[in-house]
């Protein structure tokens, strides 16, 4: 059994920083897809970060070059790294997980698997 558990949002200035951390247990990390999403109210659910199994990486080009999603296996932990910030990138931040099944980047939105959610909130 899949179990995900975000942890990391805050509040922060814009042009500030933030890391995102998703403690992941039942994971198959070298055969699974592990994403980042966000939704921010009123608006529809946003992949933000991918990777795969192999350790290879996919991102929108909102977040390109700002965010970088990495995995600790050893720690059973995924993570986010948020720079440069802005009040767009508020939202409720989401940990996904699920098998590869072929396909695994920052457009796929099917997951079987989701944890709670870490607010993110950005002020001018």
């Known amino acids: 059994q899949v179990r995900l558990v975000e942890s990391g949002g805050d509040s922060v200035q814009a042009g500030g920083s933030l890391r995102l951390s998703c403690a992941a247990s039942?994971?198959?990390?070298?055969?699974?897809?592990m994403a980042w999403f966000r939704q921010a109210p009123g608006k529809d659910r946003e992949g933000v970060a991918a990777?795969?199994?192999?350790?290879?990486?996919s991102y929108p080009d909102s977040v390109k070059g700002r965010f970088t999603i990495s995995l600790d296996a050893a720690k059973n932990t995924l993570y986010l790294e948020m720079n440069m910030l802005n009040v767009e990138d508020s939202a409720m931040y989401y940990c996904?997980?699920?098998?590869?099944?072929?396909?695994?980047?920052?457009?796929?939105?099917?997951?079987?698997?989701w944890g709670q959610g870490t607010q993110v909130t950005v002020s001018p």
């Open positions: 039942g994971v198959h990390y070298y055969s699974y897809c």
């Open positions: 996904a997980a699920d098998w590869e099944d072929g396909i695994c980047n920052s457009h796929r939105v099917a997951f079987a698997n």
């Open positions: 990777i795969d199994g192999d350790g290879a990486t």
